[in-house]
């Protein structure tokens, strides 16, 4: 094997190995509670975000704060934003006043800071009008929360995969060259 191939090769392995992206390896989780489920326009609505470590993660007493905000999709007006309270249970923050301001479909954003990370958590809620009657019952979700480290990180196979293909593509391109080299010595005498 040549120098350049087992350069090429230890390349292609240190690509293919995820570097320890973040203190949290494992997947932290929110439950939230979104009361009632379909919110009205211009009413309160009650949220309770509930944060679920991972087994043997003790991440309640790191977390800074909590807070959720909403923006309407398909209209550019300002976002509807709210900071979540701690309440005595650990990992648990409710409020009382997120209040949607028009009908349609709302991209809701759960933001955890956790020491010096915050990490969020995406999910869509469709406000009805505040002369529509909607069911007052309860909406749950359960959402992964997005680590920022993580957020715009290639998983490992697919930089396997682009690594093996560009050292592919290197070791055609230097073929392509060896073989001109030896056509053009065949012809040209010395």
């Known amino acids: 094997m040549s120098l350049r ?3 090429v ?3 292609a392995l240190g690509a293919a190995v995820p570097p320890a992206l973040s203190a949290h ?3 932290i989780r929110v439950a939230v509670v979104l009361t009632p489920g379909q919110p009205r326009t211009g ?3 009650a949220m309770r975000v509930s944060v679920v470590p991972p087994p043997g993660l003790a991440l309640l007493d790191e977390i800074r704060g909590v807070r959720v905000t909403g923006e309407m999709t ?5 976002p509807v934003e709210a900071t979540l309270e ?3 249970t650990p990992g648990v923050y409710t409020t009382a006043n997120l209040t949607l301001t028009m009908a349609g479909p709302w991209k809701m954003t759960v933001s955890v800071r956790i020491k010096d990370e915050e990490m969020w958590a995406v999910f869509a809620v469709d406000a009805a009008r505040a002369s529509v009657p909607v069911d007052p019952a309860p909406k749950d ?4 929360l997005k680590d920022p480290v993580r957020a715009n990180v290639m998983p490992p196979w697919w930089v396997l995969g ?3 293909g560009l050292v592919a593509v290197a070791e055609a391109t230097a073929l392509v060259f060896k073989v001109r080299r030896q056509r053009a010595a065949a012809v040209q005498p010395y």
Do not use: F
């Open 5 to 7: 191939r087992a350069a």
């Open 25 to 27: 390896d494992e997947t």
């Open 74 to 78: 398909g209209h550019a007006m300002a």
């Open 141 to 144: 979700y359960v959402l992964d």
């Open 86 to 88: 701690e309440t005595s």
């Open 43 to 45: 009413q309160p609505g």
């Open 162 to 164: 682009v690594t093996l």
């Open 9 to 11: 090769l230890a390349i």
